[in-house]
């Protein structure tokens, strides 16, 4: 690491809270973006665990109805967990093609999201659509650190209130990220007594998603997003050139 990562790191985790104050989502996928274009995608995703778990966690319990939507996604939880630890092995094997997957990541995600009609999943396919959902969004987290595709433009076709898919998202995320968290340990990549920058990295992401929360209210959410997204796509491209070339 050069004298310039730490600040760099601050400031990627502040802006990633800040993100996920102002859209609820973001702090991963953002986090990824950034760190891949200065870290290997395997340390990355290492940095990125403790303040996600962190930021997660706090959306996951501040909902009413977790025991409701435990019930529901159970089976597309279990299905990401199963999904990250067999593809765990291409981001711990610190193959080169992770940065290239990363970026195509990147890309699908803010290109669906700005451009897909919305659509609605019926009740009736949930059952077996669920765990195929939480396997391939496993096995691109397992492959990237990044776990937001396809489980988010699932979840929000399934005709949730806003404050259960909120929560939906955080169990998602929380779910993914402990799944991560094993993947990565098991290959003794990831270890309890190298927790330091990790655990440092929380308090920039805390006081970003606080100022992000206050952002929320000054600044249109869809303006935001949109031009997260948009830098998000560019950010992918960057890293699938340099995957490639």
Same mark, same amino acid.
């Given at each position: 690491?050069?004298?310039?990562?730490?600040?760099?790191?601050?400031?990627? *985790?502040?802006?990633?809270g800040i993100v996920k104050g102002v859209t609820?989502?973001?702090? %991963?996928?953002?986090?990824?973006? #950034?760190?891949? =274009?200065?870290?290997?995608?395997? @340390?990355?995703?290492?940095?990125?665990?403790? %303040?996600?778990?962190?930021?997660?966690?706090?959306?996951?319990?501040?909902?009413? !109805?977790?025991?409701?939507?435990?019930?529901?996604? +159970?089976?597309?939880?279990?299905?990401?967990?199963? &999904?990250?630890?067999?593809?765990?092995?291409?981001l711990t094997g610190g193959k080169s093609g992770? $940065?290239?997957?990363?970026?195509?990541?990147?890309? =699908?995600?803010?290109?669906?999201?700005? *451009?897909?009609? %919305?659509?609605? #999943?019926?009740?009736?396919?949930?059952?077996?659509?669920?765990?195929?959902?939480?396997?391939?969004?496993?096995?691109?987290? &397992?492959? $990237?650190? #990044?776990?937001?595709?396809?489980?988010?433009?699932?979840?929000?076709?399934?005709?949730?209130?806003?404050?259960?898919?909120? /929560? @939906?998202?955080?169990?998602?995320?929380?779910?993914?990220?402990?799944?991560?968290?094993?993947?990565?340990?098991?290959?003794?990549? +990831? /270890?309890?007594?190298?927790? &330091?920058?990790? #655990?440092?990295?929380?308090? %920039?992401?805390?006081?970003?998603? +606080?100022?992000?929360?206050?952002? !929320?209210?000054?600044?249109?959410?869809?303006?935001?997003?949109? +031009?997260f997204l948009i830098m998000l796509a560019l950010?992918?491209?960057?890293?699938?050139? !340099?995957?490639?070339?």
């Amino acid at each position: 690491m050069t004298d310039l990562t730490i600040p760099l790191i601050a400031f990627t *985790f502040l802006a990633a809270g800040i993100v996920k104050g102002v859209t609820g989502m973001g702090l %991963p996928t953002l986090a990824m973006g #950034v760190l891949g =274009a200065l870290l290997s995608p395997l @340390a990355a995703a290492s940095l990125l665990i403790v %303040p996600s778990m962190v930021t997660n966690l706090w959306q996951l319990l501040a909902g009413p !109805r977790i025991g409701v939507l435990a019930r529901r996604l +159970w089976s597309m939880m279990a299905a990401s967990v199963v &999904g990250t630890l067999v593809a765990a092995p291409l981001l711990t094997g610190g193959k080169s093609g992770a $940065t290239t997957a990363l970026g195509a990541t990147l890309i =699908a995600y803010a290109l669906y999201t700005l *451009f897909a009609p %919305p659509f609605r #999943v019926p009740q009736a396919s949930e059952g077996w659509l669920s765990p195929l959902i939480g396997l391939i969004t496993g096995m691109i987290a &397992g492959a $990237t650190g #990044v776990f937001v595709i396809p489980a988010v433009p699932y979840l929000q076709a399934l005709g949730l209130e806003k404050d259960d898919l909120v /929560q @939906a998202l955080g169990m998602s995320f929380t779910t993914s990220t402990i799944a991560l968290a094993l993947g990565l340990a098991s290959h003794q990549i +990831w /270890q309890i007594d190298q927790l &330091g920058l990790p #655990v440092l990295a929380v308090a %920039p992401a805390l006081i970003g998603m +606080w100022a992000g929360q206050v952002l !929320r209210r000054a600044v249109s959410p869809a303006a935001f997003r949109r +031009w997260f997204l948009i830098m998000l796509a560019l950010l992918g491209g960057e890293m699938l050139l !340099r995957g490639v070339v």
